[in-house]
């Protein structure tokens, strides 16, 4: 199996050994431990600037910045291991203040590999970590300044002044007075000269009092992987875990859904403390309300604003409390803003930051409140006079939402037709509209279509949303295209049509398969990798010669990448500025 990464990787993140601020070739991870190559890997994710790996066996491996502890690996464990790796003092002493602050080679998180941990997803804020074990645990580290690892680590700070006599306590009447008249001030500068000569007719006492300042709250980093207690003590199995910039959204075995960290756009909605929904009671009317929404915006500018009445902080996970009982099947984070997939794969909630209509519920007003917005709000065009209504709604009730996903101001939708809907920010092209980048600079704030003619010919069969990037892999071309939708089950829909009609064809097919067995690696080879959007360090993957000091040009149209293509089981993945291949 082989890893590709390239992009942004200053820091390390790409694993490739070195510290290379833009890569735009896709360029092998270095191996862990001198290894040829890797075993199979299960998973990539990254963060703001680190990235982590999750190996078949559950081993998990980080690379990357580690200035507030998001790799995972302890200081002191990390100082021996240079330690043992450098072979002469003066080269030591320089890797040493380089390595504590970042890795370039994936390395293993031997907490997990020494207490018999089996990882089974992880995910990358800003600076935090999470990951998720086989027996529904939840182990976070790395930066704690919002609460984001749901582990309180808060220190109090109370600081005290004392003062030497009261002349600074008469200042600060002073100061509280200013406003009323203009002939307070030099009242009160009188009163403080008469209480200074006053001390010093005392014969020099000095009356002291302490005043204290305002209180400082501290939260301290997370340098290795901590159990989430809370979580583990009421018995709360989790299965998926998703990162924020500073929040975390967790996924329960019985589809609840868990919150904490920063909530100061709402990320973690009202509910985050049980609050019952405000005004979100005609859920079932979602397509008259998006037709109404610039009505409604006016309205509920300022509930949506005072909505967000959680606290800004929770420091340990809550229950987000849907008061009709709404189950979740997916979750996905945002920089800033969350979004959730119901169990029945038909709609979406929408709740956080929408200074870029991320949401896709029609406005760009922040919202804690949940928002539910049906498939069928952005899946068809709502049509007054259609000729073949009930055909219409027989096909809607086929179609689902298999995947979500977030990037820092964009969310993603992908149907069970292999269709990718996108909203939120169009400045970087990662709408994937083909427009012109130097006069267009919109955002969406509703669920578009990514119209293009490379993925009506070619259906998608996996994709990933990075910080302001998208990078999509289709099917083979030609036969393969038709074999991988039969493996998906999407000739379940057309079983009963054209039976008579199509059974010759059907039949070729099938022996065309059978002669092509032989063929399978080239079949293989066309599975195409696409990117489009944000490059300013070469993350599209399109092998451009790098210019020190220029970034690479944003694309708003899917760009073929040139050097590397997939098989019936390869996977890309997005990080914050950089991209990963898995190539099995």
């Given at each position: 199996m082989k890893i590709y990464s390239w992009g942004s990787g200053n820091l390390g993140q790409l694993?490739?050994?070195?510290?290379?601020?833009?890569?735009?070739?896709?360029?092998?991870?270095?191996?862990?431990?001198?290894?040829?190559?890797?075993?199979?890997?299960?998973?990539?994710?990254?963060?703001?600037?680190?990235?982590?790996?999750?190996?078949?066996?559950?081993?998990?491996?980080?690379?990357?910045?580690?200035?507030?502890?998001?790799?995972?690996?302890?200081?002191?464990?990390?100082?021996?291991?240079?330690?043992?790796?450098?072979?002469?003092?003066?080269q030591q002493q320089q890797q040493q203040q380089q390595q504590q602050q970042y890795k370039t080679i994936p390395t293993i998180l031997n907490y997990f590999k020494i207490n018999s941990i089996k990882i089974k997803n992880c995910s990358g804020g800003w600076a935090h970590s999470l990951a998720c074990d086989n027996n529904g645990?939840?182990?976070?580290?790395?930066?704690?300044?919002?609460?984001?690892?749901?582990?309180?680590t808060t220190c109090s700070l109370n600081s005290t002044l004392s003062t030497s006599n009261k002349t600074n306590n008469n200042n600060n009447n002073n100061n509280n007075n200013n406003n009323?008249?203009?002939?307070?001030?030099?009242n009160n500068n009188n009163n403080n000269n008469n209480n200074n000569n006053n001390s010093n007719n005392n014969g020099g006492v000095i009356k002291k009092r302490i005043v204290l300042k305002k209180k400082k709250v501290e939260r301290k980093n997370i340098n290795e992987p901590k159990l989430i207690e809370i979580l583990?003590?009421?018995?709360?199995?989790?299965v998926s875990v998703s990162c924020g910039m500073r929040h975390s959204i967790a996924l329960s075995s019985e589809n609840d859904v868990y919150g904490w960290g920063c909530n100061k756009f709402g990320q973690l909605s009202n509910l985050i403390d049980g609050n019952t929904l405000k005004g979100n009671n005609n859920n079932n009317n979602n397509n008259n309300n998006n037709n109404n929404n610039n009505n409604n915006n006016n309205n509920n500018n300022n509930n949506n604003n005072n909505n967000i009445v959680g606290p800004m902080v929770q420091d340990s996970p809550k229950l987000i409390n849907f008061k009709n009982e709404i189950k979740i099947i997916q979750i996905s984070c945002g920089f800033q803003h969350t979004l959730l997939l119901d169990i029945n794969f038909k709609n979406v909630l929408s709740f956080g930051q929408n200074k870029f209509g991320q949401l896709g519920n029609g406005n760009f007003?922040?919202?804690?409140?949940?928002?539910?917005?049906?498939?069928?709000?952005?899946?068809?065009?709502?049509?007054?006079?259609?000729?073949?209504?009930?055909?219409?709604?027989?096909?809607?009730?086929?179609i689902k939402i298999k995947e979500i996903q977030c990037g820092w101001s964009n969310s993603c939708l992908l149907t069970n037709e292999d269709k990718l809907y996108i909203c939120g920010?169009?400045?970087?092209?990662?709408?994937?509209?083909?427009?012109?980048?130097?006069?267009?600079?919109?955002?969406?704030?509703?669920?578009?279509?990514?119209?293009?003619?490379?993925?009506?010919?070619?259906?998608?069969?996996?994709?990933?949303?990075?910080?302001?990037h998208i990078l999509i892999q289709v099917y083979s071309n030609d036969i393969n295209n038709n074999n991988n939708k039969n493996n998906n089950n999407n000739n379940n829909n057309n079983n009963n049509n054209n039976n008579n009609n199509n059974n010759n064809n059907n039949n070729n097919n099938n022996n065309n398969n059978n002669n092509n067995n032989n063929n399978n690696n080239n079949n293989n080879n066309n599975n195409n990798i696409y990117s489009f959007g944000w490059n300013e360090h070469y993350q599209l993957g399109l092998c451009e010669p790098i210019i020190i000091g220029?970034?690479?040009?944003?694309?708003?149209?899917?760009?073929?990448?040139?050097?590397?293509?997939?098989?019936?089981?390869?996977?890309v993945k997005a990080g914050g500025g950089n991209s990963f291949f898995i190539l099995p």
């Open positions: 694993g490739i050994g070195n510290t290379d601020d833009s890569v735009s070739t896709p360029t092998l991870v270095l191996p862990p431990n001198a290894k040829k190559e890797y075993e199979i890997v299960n998973d990539i994710v990254g963060g703001g600037c680190h990235s982590m790996m999750i190996i078949d066996n559950g081993d998990l491996y980080t690379f990357g910045s580690n200035d507030s502890g998001q790799l995972g690996i302890n200081p002191i464990q990390q100082q021996q291991q240079q330690q043992q790796q450098q072979q002469q003092q003066q645990n939840i182990y976070s580290w790395g930066s704690n300044s919002h609460g984001q690892c749901g582990i309180d009323n008249n203009n002939n307070n001030n030099n583990f003590n009421n018995k709360i199995r989790i007003i922040d919202q804690s409140n949940p928002y539910i917005i049906d498939i069928s709000s952005f899946i068809l065009p709502p049509t007054s006079s259609s000729p073949s209504s009930t055909s219409i709604s027989k096909s809607l009730n086929e920010r169009g400045e970087y092209g990662i709408l994937g509209d083909n427009r012109d980048l130097s006069v267009d600079n919109s955002n969406s704030n509703q669920f578009k279509l990514l119209n293009s003619e490379l993925f009506n010919e070619n259906k998608i069969k996996n994709f990933s949303i990075g910080s302001e220029k970034d690479g040009d944003n694309k708003s149209f899917p760009q073929i990448l040139p050097s590397i293509k997939g098989n019936d089981k390869s996977l």
